[in-house]
């Protein structure tokens, strides 16, 4: 199966939706991506580190220490009222382009 | 950024070490939880830590991007720049000694010389809004006869000096001037305070000076209007310096008494510290003003009743004018009305006069005051500043040399760490802050050796130097400037390495590059460098030589007396309100109470002092054979035992003596250069001149060897000697003293002080000081370029060295095994040697190329500096040339022998 690298910008609201079903790591987080989209997404992990801190600065996510599934300590990244906010706006703006897109794909 | 941001960022940084511990710890985390996924796919454990890590990608980078997101990173790097850099440094404290030394020498030189051209040159007067003082000149074509170019103090037609009524015009009615300001400077005062007499510069000024200056006084009140009548309270403002060194900063000085030639003032302000008056320190050749007097005072002081001057009469022109024009007045109307003032109120006589021409007025800025300290400092100040300028480039461009070949052996590390995912922005930056760090230590220590380095100019500038320098010492401007030439510097020698270094081609760097030829491609940079500072040094070399040779030249110049053991003085009883009578009674007397001090051999008295600058001169009516021949005549009145006082041999005939100064019979003793011209081969004893066809015959008695007159030049001077009552124009006003002793001179200048008390206590002792002394100050612009190119030189020289010598160095341990293989195949050591030594004569040569045209431009600039040498002299080229080459290839001869002695064995068996 044919992996797709994610498009510029999309990383943060599959991260922002990720953790809407609860707090997660940032391993579990790239794990479930990946699982959901049925392995063709791929997350560049390079990438995602840099995303998790940058959502946290912008308080759309907060980020704890707490003990994994396996009793190891790890930071758990949840999503904050102002993040949720904001997945409900950019979910909102990627439903119009990606249908505004396949519109054009099938008229034009 | 907000304050709560900014809160956040500060206590993160607080927290920095706990957060770079859970970044880490989240890192590895993710790594580990990736490792046992693998595992559990059935991968073993090594293999899958090894993929767990390559599908992470650069840890080091990640973790660098996480800090710039928290928007602290720039901090925190720098940080870890900072204590990166100082370990580096650390582990060669010699380079890091030698490149701090080197530019502490450099920048503190440049912040000295910085220091002088400031105040001399860059910087306004201290007073409200200079810039809208202006400078008042005027000038009348057209031709030589132009009434102008009467009063022009130099030879061009433009003058400064206006009548009293054409200022009081200009002051009265000026509608474009804020204020019109005058003044008038009176260079030799005998000024008597606290009972102590000294001779210092005055200046009589309009009422309005200090007000339309705006300067403010440290103690009392400016003077005013009210002060400037011939009635008032005669008022005089002292100066900062004669406030401490006369009265010892008393404030009660204000109301005291202060005797200006003998007429008493009351003291009613003290200027503020640094304010020297408009002039920046004094007129030419005068001491500073230490007293400020209103302009009507000229009227109270003693003047010459045989030639009594009307200061104030419309034909009369002596004062100076500046003006405050209105903010944002152009000087377009202001010259129009002052020109207009000038042209109504000329003297009767010139406005009758056709060839007088039409008066115009000229408007300069008078920001920076007036111009006769910065024309006089002028060309030696850029001079000196385009020496340290090259010296400090010199500095950059060994560093530079020194830093690449550092970075170039630390390019594996370097390679390695743009591999391992770090910005090359950042490693620029680390490299850099190297720099930044010596820079920073450089900058210290050269302020340190600014202030001690302003000491030694000025002390090598000696007397020249003035007033307004004496309190020179580094302010927030020249710390300003210091900083801003170390940034610089640290530009010029550490970004040009620091980028090469990181323009690494990963994957060869990487190799061991030892078998890697010595092409000259890799090491051009260092080479061009080498080059340019070759080139550098061969300037200074030159200049050095040109300057001490030039110095060398006026030094070799028989003086024809002997200058050791020479106490001289001078004694003005003229300003003091003495006539003739007295006035030659007290020289007598003073001359006769010398010979009475303890261990003085000879005493004399002149109206000139040899090489002290000043001459007299006109012409002689010579009878030659019944007809009259004119000639041109040096003069010199001079007292009875002058020449034998100096040690100026008579070989022919007697010297003046006692018996000429009462006598009515006219005698004069010539040099011999001035007998030949003026009596040929003819003995010139019992031959006659006069000044004119009315004055009596004078006839000489004597002739004296040659000996040096106003300054030391190569060519004698035609001097005739004359009894000093013996003038054909009434009395000497005021005389030097010239004193030899057995013992020491300074007992005997006290001794001298106190003799010429008994006579007169409110005398004072003009420019006391030894004929060595005064030797020194004729020379000491010279002594201190030849002293300062020489130092800079060879500084410049040992630096050039000390980069060959590393360069060769470095280059000779990369090419070991080439050396090697060389040799074992069969290459003889001398022919190694050649090798490396022909390396060197490239870059050396290369240098010389650029060094040679560029010492014949610039030594062009310093011709008016030196004498008896020419500054395209090919001799001092060619032998700076050859010492530079010279020194260069010794240089470079230590580790070319290292090269030489390469055992092919080892070196091939080394790695």
Redesign the interface.
């Known amino acids: 199966m044919s992996r797709i690298d994610l498009l510029q910008g999309t990383l943060d609201l599959l991260i922002l939706r990720t953790l809407q079903a609860g707090p997660q790591?940032?391993?579990?987080i790239s794990?479930r991506i990946q699982q959901i989209s049925q392995d063709v997404l791929q997350v560049?992990?390079?990438s995602l580190?840099?995303a998790l801190?940058?959502l946290e600065?912008q308080d759309w996510i907060k980020a704890e220490?707490g003990v994994?599934e396996?009793g190891?300590?790890?930071?758990f990244y949840s999503l904050t009222a102002a993040g949720r906010t904001q997945l409900e706006a950019e979910r909102d703006s990627w439903a119009r382009m990606t249908a505004a897109i396949g519109r054009v794909l099938e008229m034009a | 950024m907000g304050m709560n941001d900014l809160l956040l960022r500060i206590r993160a940084l607080r927290s920095r070490q706990r957060a770079e511990r859970d970044l880490d710890d989240e890192l590895s985390f993710h790594l580990e939880m990736e490792a046992r996924k693998k595992r559990l796919e059935g991968v073993p454990d090594d293999q899958a830590r090894r993929s767990a890590r390559a599908a992470f990608g650069g840890v080091e980078q990640v973790r660098e991007q996480c800090r710039d997101v928290r928007g602290l990173g720039w901090l925190e790097d720098l940080g870890r720049d900072l204590r990166y850099g100082v370990r580096v440094l650390r582990q060669s404290p010699a380079f890091a000694l030698i490149a701090m030394l080197s530019l502490a020498i450099g920048i503190g030189a440049n912040t000295a010389v910085f220091s002088l051209v400031d105040r001399v040159l860059l910087r306004n007067l201290p007073v409200r809004n200079p810039e809208e003082l202006v400078v008042l000149k005027w000038s009348a074509d057209p031709g030589s006869d132009s009434i102008s170019r009467s009063y022009a103090y130099n030879d061009g037609p433009t003058t400064n000096v206006f009548s009293w009524r054409i200022f009081s015009e200009m002051r009265r009615s000026s509608q474009a001037a804020a204020a019109v300001f005058g003044f008038s400077p009176a260079d030799r005062l005998n000024v008597t305070a606290n009972n102590e007499a000294r001779v210092t510069g005055g200046l009589l000024v309009s009422g309005n000076y200090f007000s339309a200056l705006g300067v403010g006084m440290a103690l009392g009140r400016p003077l005013v209007d009210d002060d400037d009548t011939v009635d008032g309270v005669p008022a005089a403002v002292i100066s900062y310096r004669l406030w401490e060194r006369a009265f010892g900063m008393d404030p009660s000085v204000i109301g005291k008494p202060l005797y200006i030639n003998r007429a008493p003032f009351a003291i009613v302000g003290v200027a503020p510290r640094g304010f020297y008056g408009v002039s920046m320190g004094g007129f030419f050749r005068s001491p500073e003003i230490d007293v400020t007097l209103p302009v009507r005072v000229r009227e109270r002081l003693p003047q010459d009743p045989k030639h009594p001057i009307d200061w104030f009469a419309p034909n009369f022109f002596s004062f100076q004018v500046m003006a405050r024009l209105k903010p944002g007045a152009g000087t377009g109307a202001a010259k129009a009305e002052f020109g207009a003032i000038l042209v109504a109120n000329m003297p009767e006589e010139a406005r009758k006069d056709p060839k007088a021409g039409v008066p115009r007025i000229e408007i300069e800025s008078g920001a920076k005051g007036l111009a006769f300290l910065r024309q006089d400092y002028r060309d030696p100040l850029l001079i000196l500043t385009a020496v340290v300028g090259l010296a400090l480039l010199m500095t950059c461009a060994n560093l530079a040399g020194l830093l690449l070949a550092r970075a170039t052996a630390r390019k594996k590390e370097i390679a390695l760490r743009l591999a391992m995912g770090a910005g090359r922005f950042r490693l620029v930056r680390q490299l850099l802050m190297e720099g930044i760090l010596l820079s920073a230590g450089g900058a210290l220590a050269g302020l340190l050796l600014a202030a001690w380095g302003i000491h030694a100019l000025l002390s090598l500038l000696g007397p020249v130097s003035n007033g307004v320098l004496s309190d020179l010492t580094p302010d927030m401007r020249v710390l300003a400037f210091t900083a801003a030439i170390s940034l610089l510097t640290t530009l010029l020698f550490g970004l040009a390495p620091a980028m090469r270094a990181t323009r690494v081609d990963l994957s060869s760097a990487m190799k061991d590059d030892r078998l890697a030829a010595g092409g000259s491609r890799r090491t051009g940079p260092v080479r061009i460098l080498l080059a340019v500072q070759i080139a550098v040094a061969l300037v200074l070399v030159v200049s050095a030589t040109l300057f001490t040779r030039s110095l060398a030249n006026l030094r070799a110049i028989p003086l024809g007396f002997n200058p050791q053991k020479l106490v001289l003085f001078g004694l003005s009883p003229g300003s003091n309100g003495y006539d003739e009578a007295r006035g030659y009674q007290l020289y007598a007397n003073v001359l006769e109470r010398l010979k009475r001090i303890p261990g003085v051999t000879h005493a004399g008295v002149s109206a000139l002092t040899p090489v002290g600058g000043f001459s007299s001169n006109g012409s002689i009516l010579v009878e030659n054979g019944g007809r009259s021949q004119r000639r041109r005549m040096n003069y010199n009145y001079v007292g009875p035992g002058f020449l034998e006082t100096l040690q100026v041999p008579i070989v022919l005939g007697r010297g003046i003596e006692q018996r000429d100064m009462s006598s009515g019979v006219r005698v004069a003793v010539m040099n011999e250069t001035a007998a030949r011209r003026a009596f040929g081969s003819a003995s010139p004893l019992g031959g006659r001149f006069r000044y004119s066809d009315k004055d009596p015959f004078v006839e000489v008695v004597g002739v004296a060897r040659d000996s040096q007159y106003d300054r030391i030049r190569n060519e004698p001077m035609a001097v005739t000697f004359i009894p000093y009552t013996q003038t054909e124009f009434g009395w000497l006003q005021s005389m030097n003293f010239e004193v030899r002793t057995a013992s020491d001179t300074a007992f005997t200048t006290a001794a001298i002080r106190a003799a010429v008390h008994e006579f007169d206590r409110m005398l004072p002792l003009l420019d006391v000081k030894t004929m060595e002394t005064q030797l020194d100050e004729a020379l000491a612009q010279q002594r201190l370029f030849a002293a300062l190119v020489s130092l800079f030189g060879s500084i410049t020289l040992a630096l050039a060295c000390v980069g060959l010598y590393g360069a060769v160095s470095y280059s000779v341990a990369r090419r070991t095994r080439e050396i090697g293989v060389r040799i074992a195949m069969g290459a003889s050591r001398m022919a190694v040697l050649r090798l490396i030594l022909a390396q060197v004569a490239v870059t050396t040569a290369a240098g010389l190329l650029i060094g040679i045209p560029a010492t014949r431009a610039l030594t062009r600039l310093v011709a008016s500096q030196l004498y008896g040498i020419q500054p395209q002299d090919p001799l001092s080229l060619a032998g700076a040339a050859v010492a530079v080459v010279a020194i260069a290839m010794v240089a470079a001869l230590v580790p070319a022998r290292r090269a030489m002695r390469v055992d092919p064995v080892r070196a091939l068996r080394c790695e």
């Open positions: 790591h940032g391993w579990a794990e560049n992990q390079g580190y840099p801190h940058r600065h220490w994994s396996l190891r300590r790890a930071r």
